[in-house]
């Protein structure tokens, strides 16, 4: 396989893991953001910011395939704008010529389903909230970009270091049973092992479809998240607070595992019981 040039615009947790995976393969992976020494060695850093075109003209690299996802760092309507939407235009532009493949991380927030139901790939879309339609948007800037482009949607990010729902079970909180709420996870590696696999795909010229949701196997409650993590460390649940994380829905992974890829952290009990067996004891 031909040495590649890529560029991870919005090189964070799954840009950087992805990179040196990446790297490890043989290719030449820059990654941009605005504190470039936040990035591991074997990636080489580009210091800029999405928001600002001037800080990326003349300084993007040639890229055979652009990574786009950045993630906002202000949560309201102006900072999703800016990190989605104005980032992404921002990048292509400044690119002095377009990449073979851009690969642009979304999110599962995107659905408005709260019933419970299954989504996929043909699901309809009307989110209420602006994040979701802002990355709607985003989604069809990537897709009618001209370029060749793949959407990826993530469910909840879980992995090293984003340790929210285990803090609250670890000061006695879990999640009501009722009203039952499905919750969706994708661990940060099965987001870096996604996307490397599509880009393994697309190098060896299969075609990729334009859109692929990656969670896991498994969609669960949250109580039942809550109530087998509080058992895997041993501790009682003294309240419950409802913990809801955009709408009630199971998200389907079989075009991606169609597509053969096959999850490290198949469900949240695998992934969950690596996370707890690394965790430094305090
Ligand atoms: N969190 C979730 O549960 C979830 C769910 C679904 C989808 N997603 C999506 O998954 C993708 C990957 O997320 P992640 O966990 O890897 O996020 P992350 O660790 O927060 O990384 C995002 C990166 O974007 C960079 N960035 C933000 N604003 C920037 C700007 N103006 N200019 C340059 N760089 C900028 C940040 O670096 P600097 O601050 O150094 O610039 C950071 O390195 C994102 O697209 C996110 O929206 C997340």
């Given at each position: 396989?031909?040495?590649?040039?890529?560029?991870i615009?919005?090189?964070?947790?799954?840009?950087?893991?992805?990179g040196?995976?990446?790297?490890?393969?043989?290719?030449?992976?820059?990654g941009l953001?605005r504190?470039?020494n936040?990035?591991p060695?074997?990636?080489?850093?580009i210091?800029?910011?999405?928001?600002d075109?001037a800080?990326?003209?003349?300084r993007?690299?040639?890229?055979?395939?652009?990574?786009?996802c950045?993630?906002?760092?202000?949560?309201d309507?102006?900072?999703?704008?800016?990190a989605?939407?104005?980032g992404?235009?921002?990048v292509?532009?400044?690119?002095?010529?377009?990449?073979r493949?851009?690969?642009?991380t979304?999110s599962?927030?995107?659905?408005?389903?709260?019933?419970?139901s299954w989504?996929?790939?043909?699901?309809?879309?009307?989110?209420?909230r602006?994040?979701?339609?802002?990355?709607l948007?985003?989604?069809?800037?990537?897709?009618?970009?001209?370029i060749d482009?793949?959407?990826?949607?993530?469910?909840?990010?879980?992995?090293?270091g984003?340790?929210?729902?285990i803090?609250q079970?670890?000061?006695g909180?879990?999640?009501?049973?009722?009203?039952e709420?499905?919750?969706?996870?994708?661990?940060?590696d099965?987001?870096?092992?996604?996307?490397r696999h599509?880009?393994?795909?697309y190098?060896?010229?299969?075609?990729?479809?334009?859109?692929?949701?990656?969670?896991?196997?498994?969609?669960?409650?949250?109580?039942?998240?809550?109530?087998?993590?509080?058992?895997a460390?041993g501790l009682?649940?003294?309240?419950?607070?409802?913990?809801?994380?955009g709408?009630s829905?199971r998200?389907?992974?079989a075009?991606?595992?169609a597509?053969?890829?096959?999850?490290?952290y198949?469900d949240?009990?695998a992934?969950?019981?690596?996370?707890?067996?690394?965790?430094?004891?305090?």
């Amino acid at each position: 396989m031909h040495k590649q040039q890529i560029l991870i615009a919005g090189c964070g947790d799954v840009g950087s893991t992805l990179g040196l995976a990446l790297q490890a393969r043989g290719h030449n992976v820059f990654g941009l953001r605005r504190t470039i020494n936040q990035l591991p060695a074997g990636i080489q850093g580009i210091a800029g910011d999405l928001a600002d075109p001037a800080s990326l003209q003349g300084r993007l690299p040639p890229c055979d395939i652009l990574v786009y996802c950045a993630a906002a760092s202000q949560h309201d309507e102006a900072g999703y704008r800016s990190a989605y939407l104005e980032g992404l235009r921002n990048v292509l532009d400044a690119l002095a010529q377009p990449p073979r493949l851009l690969l642009f991380t979304s999110s599962s927030g995107v659905y408005h389903q709260a019933d419970g139901s299954w989504v996929n790939e043909q699901s309809p879309t009307h989110p209420d909230r602006f994040s979701g339609q802002i990355m709607l948007q985003a989604e069809a800037l990537a897709l009618n970009s001209g370029i060749d482009a793949t959407v990826v949607r993530f469910s909840g990010i879980y992995g090293p270091g984003r340790n929210q729902l285990i803090n609250q079970v670890r000061s006695g909180i879990a999640a009501p049973a009722q009203p039952e709420h499905y919750s969706n996870r994708i661990h940060r590696d099965d987001c870096a092992g996604v996307l490397r696999h599509l880009i393994g795909l697309y190098l060896q010229g299969t075609p990729l479809e334009p859109l692929y949701l990656a969670s896991d196997d498994v969609p669960a409650p949250l109580h039942e998240v809550s109530q087998w993590l509080a058992a895997a460390m041993g501790l009682e649940i003294h309240t419950t607070k409802l913990m809801r994380r955009g709408g009630s829905k199971r998200c389907s992974n079989a075009l991606i595992r169609a597509s053969g890829y096959h999850f490290i952290y198949p469900d949240y009990r695998a992934g969950y019981s690596a996370l707890l067996r690394d965790m430094p004891a305090d």
